[in-house]
């Protein structure tokens, strides 16, 4: 019986897909993160689910652990045809468009279902309607989640605590102010060059988030962590241009559909991972220390200068939304 339903599964898939204009194509799908991180857990999800709702006419290949290049090199690829598709921090976004680094504003994003709702909404759209002039569509946001930092130094458990430190950064001016702002010294620096200089201790820490210090094996080379949630992350699925001009409108149609679907089932195996990670890290050996609520307080104050600066280079109408959604007040 099992067999027979199986079987008229299959065939309704494909008559379904048959109705539609697929033609044959091969996607690859590149991102930094390793197999098992949540972005690249659901890069395998929308693989499938993309082969099986075109009848086994799209296909992607996925392509982890930066094996294509670092994040600005990836996007460079996707914009000049070489790469189909990619995964990657939203707030970086802010080197095309600068509305994107919104995103990467420090502490002020908590409650993961506010930002669901602002991103699968119309900040969402506002933000990636400004992309097909850089060369590439956004279709989704899927999750990272909540940024921790890591060193090798000593236990961050207040502001002074960072002072000096070597923290690896994203190339992104927005962070780098962030970080020294909180005393740290940043480095920008690809994340494919990450786990070696972790190594070498040409940095001190990185910051990122626990499945992915846990996938990465970053806790093998790292002492110490603090749950800052200094940053909420979410993951922007890019598509780029000169592939999704060659695309029909049904093809068009049906990625943008199993992206988005794809990204209700990542986000919720990216919010049960950022327990599990952080569980597995401190069973590794690495002290995780909870900042007080009076400490992240001082944080935050230490980085509203850079707060107020990069919100005089976003739409204003976009601001008042985000800000009244979260419950950010400037001023």
Known sequence: MKTLIGLLTAALLATSAQAQDYNSRMIKFAATGQEGTPPVQGMHIFAEKLAERSGGKLNTRVFANGVLGGDVQVLSSLQGGVIEMMVWNAGNMITQEPDFGILDLPFIYQDVEVMDKLLDGEVGKQLTDQLP???????????????????????????????????????????????????????????????????????????????????????????????????????????????????????????????????????????????????????????????????????????RPVIAKYSETFDPALSKTVFDAVGFKLD
Do not use: C
């Not at 940024?147 to 458990?157: D, G, I, M, P, S």
């Not at 993951?235 to 794809?262: C, H, M, S, Y």
């Open 133 to 303: 002039e850089h060369g590439v569509i956004g279709l989704a946001f899927w999750e990272q989640g909540f940024r921790l930092l890591t060193n090798n130094k000593h236990e961050v458990h207040k502001l002074e605590d960072m002072a000096g430190l070597k923290i690896r950064v994203q190339q992104n001016q927005l962070l780098i102010d962030m970080w020294s702002a909180l005393g740290a010294n940043p480095l920008p620096m690809a994340v494919t060059e990450l786990y070696t200089a972790l190594e070498t201790g040409a940095v001190d820490g990185q910051e990122t988030t626990a499945p992915f210090i846990y996938g990465s094996k970053y806790h093998e080379v790292q002492k110490y962590v603090s749950v800052t949630r200094h940053n909420y992350n979410p993951q922007i699925v890019l598509i780029g241009k000169p592939f999704w001009d060659k695309l029909n409108d049904d093809e068009k149609a049906l990625i943008i559909d199993v992206a988005r679907e794809t990204a209700l089932e990542q986000r919720k195996i990216s919010r049960e991972a950022q327990t599990t990670a952080l569980d597995a890290i401190r069973d590794a050996g690495n002290t995780v220390t909870e900042i007080e609520p009076a400490e992240l307080d001082r944080m935050k104050e230490a980085v």
